[in-house]
């Protein structure tokens, strides 16, 4: 279905009560927790040609909606897995699952403190990790040194 045309497109649902029952189904498949990408009616880039060229029979609302409420399938497995009310719930194949479906990684510790605002960020707080006593010597040394090497270029 991926090598359909525009003009082949249009003629799979030409009405608009046709278009609207497609996105019914196909809100009720996301909904569902399933993917773009097993919707038996119609591959992604015929379902991206219609929510372009037909917004008012496939609301981006609509389709918004469907496909936070798929998620929440998936999210509520989890929740109902992390309880121990899932018989033989595999955390790790969930995890996998959600990573490739709702995009999410795992963070560093700065990352999910908050702190810094991001990865960005995160170098900053290396400011602030406890220092061993030879690098606080060193410190201190770098310091006195440089303290008496501008006395000497002064003369003093």
């Not at 608009?16 to 809100?27: D, I, L, T, Y």
């Not at 609301?59 to 918004?64: H, M, N, T, Y």
């Amino acid at each position: 279905m991926s090598d359909m045309t525009d003009e082949e497109r249009v003629l799979k649902w030409p009405t608009a009560e046709m278009r609207r029952r497609v996105c019914e189904a196909f809100c009720g498949h996301l909904a569902s927790g399933f993917s773009i990408e097993s919707f038996p009616d119609a591959d992604r880039k015929t379902i991206r040609y219609y929510a372009e060229q037909f917004p008012e029979d496939f609301p981006p609302e609509k389709l918004d909606e469907a496909a936070r409420r798929g998620l929440l399938e998936w999210e509520k497995i989890g929740k109902e897995g992390a309880r121990g009310d899932l018989a033989k719930f595999n955390a790790s194949a969930w995890s996998f699952n959600m990573k490739n479906r709702a995009g999410w990684r795992d963070r560093s510790e700065v990352e999910a403190w908050g702190i810094w605002g991001g990865p960005d960020e995160a170098g900053q707080i290396d400011k602030f990790k406890p220092r061993s006593s030879e690098e606080i010597a060193l410190g201190v040394m770098a310091l006195l040194t440089e303290k008496d090497s501008r006395r000497d270029d002064n003369g003093a």
